[in-house]
Nanobody, 127 residues
Framework: QVQLETSGGGSVQAGGSLRLSCTAP????????LGWFRQAPGKEREGIGG????????AYTDSLKGRFTISQDNAKNTVYLQMSSLKPEDSATYYC????????????????????WGQGTQVTVSS
């Protein structure tokens, strides 16, 4: 299991914003891709995007581009997911992961057991 600490989830009304945080050990944070994916009950995992921690390049899945922004704080070994204009369909458990597939041209959720990435953080958007 990769030791990633995810936080910042919660409940918000539609149209609101939330910022999720993911802190990684230094050896995981350095020269890697850290990103986000989500899974709602009964739905497949959905890649959101990622950021190259050795630089500043980001990647986003097209459907979320413009509402979701990924950034990093190198001094804190932390990446953030800023979500705005939230919709009820954004409700899901959000996971942070260290996987280059999230920094690809079409970010995809990593496969394998979810607990590899920790417990995630729940986001609930009410209408």
């Amino acid at each position: 299991q990769v030791q990633l600490e995810t936080s910042g989830g919660g409940s918000v009304q539609a149209g609101g914003s939330l910022r999720l945080s993911c802190t990684a050990p230094e050896d995981t944070f350095r020269i890697n891709c850290l990103g986000w994916f989500r899974q709602a009950p009964g739905k497949e995992r959905e890649g959101i995007g990622g950021i190259y921690t050795g630089g500043t390049s980001t990647a986003y899945t097209d459907s979320l581009k413009g509402r979701f922004t990924i950034s990093q704080d190198n001094a804190k070994n932390t990446v953030y997911l800023q979500m705005s204009s939230l919709k009820p369909e954004d409700s899901a458990t959000y996971y942070c992961a260290a996987d280059f597939i999230l920094c690809s041209r079409h970010p995809t959720a990593p496969r394998g057991p979810l607990d590899r990435w920790g417990q995630g953080t729940q986001v609930t958007v009410s209408s």
